[in-house]
């Protein structure tokens, strides 16, 4: 399941916030990461021995998985490292079965389409397309091709998407007009930005209990 050169979130118990490192060297028991980084400090963390920690990562057709695993050392190499047991196939659980996460969330918006330029949030996301809130005068029709220009704010940096798409649906939830927008034939940059926000997202809601 693991690949070097892959980021991994970790999750101390009793811990506040979620780190970030990588992935440097795989032995057939262990796990060899850099030290990780606090996501929001940018501070490194001193693991002990037996430490244990909640490990999360994508794999490369999206699928989020989890698993537990303990510190168990630390070696010199070009960097200092921190040895990971490595868990059996077994012990990793998928947290997330769809192929695409879509998570309830405002991302800024612009969409373009012919005669019209609007600006808005989105009410969802996934790497597969979106949901738009709409005003009530904006004049796109389902079916219709839309240009979209969107800012997702990582948690390392903002990420500035321009992307294909295709109105799928135009409803109504809780009074407000929206839609529903596929977005058509997105590159794999794309997909994993979208992803990754995803991803982040679906982490803080779990730490805060909400999924």
Not at 134 to 141: A, H, N, S, T
Not at 168 to 196: G, N, Q, T, V, Y
């Amino acid at each position: 399941m693991f690949e070097v050169g892959m980021t991994l979130q970790l999750e101390q118990d009793g811990v506040e916030g979620t780190y970030k490192c990588r992935v440097c060297e795989l032995e057939d028991d262990k796990v060899l990461i850099d030290y990780p980084i606090h996501q929001k400090t940018g501070k490194s963390i001193f693991l002990i021995n037996g430490t244990r920690l909640k490990v999360s990562f994508v794999l490369k057709d999206q699928t989020v998985l989890e698993c537990r695993t303990d510190v168990v050392g630390r070696r010199m190499a070009e960097i200092p490292l921190i040895e990971l047991e490595r868990p059996s196939e077994e012990e990793f659980q998928r947290i997330q079965r769809r192929h695409f996460v879509r998570i309830e969330a405002p991302v800024d918006i612009s969409l373009k389409s012919e005669g019209n330029q609007i600006v808005t949030v989105t009410e969802d996301i996934s790497a597969g397309g979106c949901a738009l809130i709409l005003k009530e005068d904006v004049g796109i029709r389902e079916e219709e091709e839309v240009e979209l220009f969107l800012v997702l704010p990582l948690q390392k940096a903002n990420q500035y998407l321009e992307l294909k798409g295709r109105v799928s649906r135009i409803w109504e939830k809780d009074r407000r007009k929206l839609a529903s927008i596929e977005f058509i034939a997105p590159d794999e940059a794309h997909k994993r930005h979208i992803m990754r926000f995803c991803f982040e997202k679906q982490l803080d809601h779990r730490k805060k209990g909400f999924a």
